[in-house]
């Protein structure tokens, strides 16, 4: 609990100090899903439940970026060695700041899809079996962004291939473009990622399809090997990290 006051606090005294950001960052956002759905959603290429991979995707860009990046900047300025000496170990910390900011996203979430349902007029369905989906889905997702604050450890720059998977993972998993009309291989590779498993669920449920137990037992089985695998890498790197002194050199 301590270490969720503490997160919350950094993260409302960096909004009051750079306010601006976060206004800017809004406003973007907004640009960006209206000109996503404007442009999207008249053509044959997009199903009516586009809203659903969009904010996957979002989502998915968030927890994978923010460990990675997370990392790089208290390396930047010099103060990750002092997160590891603190009592608490530094995967705990970097989960308790992945999950504060899934929070925040859910928050801009909501009020850029009111203002986009506002300026659009129109009104998105839901579903509640979407929230159970997407909480499954998201510890895929996070293991697959320790994978990536793994490699951060050992290479500084490595967050800066943050953006390379995430509009990867915004055209390749179904989200916008159905897998069918993907290419063969990328078909093979899509499936097995947790995101485009939650994707599909989620559009079933929006579309009326019941959703058999065995979908949620594979849903929850690929979202725990990616887990398990993403804590596993960290781990090792890690400890590579500082055996090898990388910890304390940017």
């Known amino acids: 609990m301590n270490v969720i006051k503490a997160e919350f606090m950094k993260y409302y005294e960096e909004m009051k100090a750079y306010y601006p950001d976060h206004i800017v960052s809004l406003v973007v956002n907004y640009i960006f899903f209206m000109g996503f759905f404007i442009s999207f959603s008249k053509t044959s290429l997009i199903n009516d439940n586009l809203h659903i991979g969009f904010i996957y995707w979002f989502y998915a860009s968030i927890i994978i970026s923010e460990g990675s990046v997370s990392i790089s900047y208290e390396k930047q300025t010099g103060t990750f060695e002092q997160l590891l000496l603190k009592p608490i170990n530094i995967l705990r910390i970097l989960t ?8 925040i996203t859910t928050i801009k979430l909501i009020i850029l ?138």
Do not use: H
């Not at 308790?96 to 929070?103: A, K």
């Open 96 to 103: 308790v700041r992945t999950w504060i900011w899934i929070f």
């Open 113 to 250: 899809m009111s203002l986009v349902m506002i300026s659009l007029k129109t009104v998105f369905s839901f579903n509640i079996m979407l929230i159970p989906i997407l909480f499954i889905t998201l510890w895929g997702i996070y293991g697959f962004g320790m994978i990536l604050s793994g490699i951060t450890l050992i290479f500084n720059k490595a967050a800066s291939f943050e953006s390379i998977i995430s509009y990867s993972l915004l055209f390749f998993t179904g989200g916008i473009i159905p897998l069918e009309q993907l290419p063969n291989k990328v078909q093979n590779v899509s499936q097995i990622l947790p995101l485009t498993l939650g994707i599909n669920l989620s559009q079933k449920v929006l579309s009326g399809y019941n959703i058999a137990f065995n979908d949620i037992v594979k849903l929850t089985f690929n979202s725990f090997i990616f887990f398990f695998v993403g804590i596993t890498i960290f781990k090792l790197a890690y400890n590579y990290s500082i055996k090898n002194g990388l910890s304390s050199s940017y």
